[in-house]
């Protein structure tokens, strides 16, 4: 009878450990599962969404003066950017544009109302940013940058970014 009792005790212990057991172990099984998950869905954005840096220029002649070619009082670089992933980029005033030389760096904000310098956007051939479409970027300073080697950075919303160089 003793032996009888004993098992059954042991039986009911063990399905409790085995309840338990489960009951700690799934949420941890179905939180690292949905972090896998979330980590895919940003890979899979971050392929989808990819740009490429046409072309970077200032307003400035052949002999390194400034010329105002838009009349808009300020000295602009400009830069021409085109969405080659397979989806349509949104939220454009959370672009991160950044310009850099040995001895500078800054983050140019979005939009006048910064103060300068600052960044705004044009669309050159079509009305959102889908994929083909191309963006101008123009950045305004107030006055001509010095003659150098420029850096010029463009980060999108989801983290990717392009580079490209602008000798002046």
Known sequence: ?????????????????????????????????????????????????????IHAAAELDASNNWVDTNSSSTFDLFMWVKNVGSTRITALERLDVFLWTDNYFQHIPYGSSSGAPYWTYTFENDDEWVPTATLRITISFLAQLPTERYNIRLTLPNGNSEDTVLGM
Do not use: C, H, W
């Open 1 to 53: 009878m003793d032996k009888t009792i004993t098992t059954a005790l042991l039986i009911v212990i063990s399905v409790i450990m085995a309840v338990m057991l489960f009951n700690i172990a799934y949420p941890a099984i179905v939180e690292g599962g949905n972090a896998i998950t979330d980590m895919a869905d940003r890979a899979e954005d971050q392929m989808q969404t990819q740009v490429n840096i």
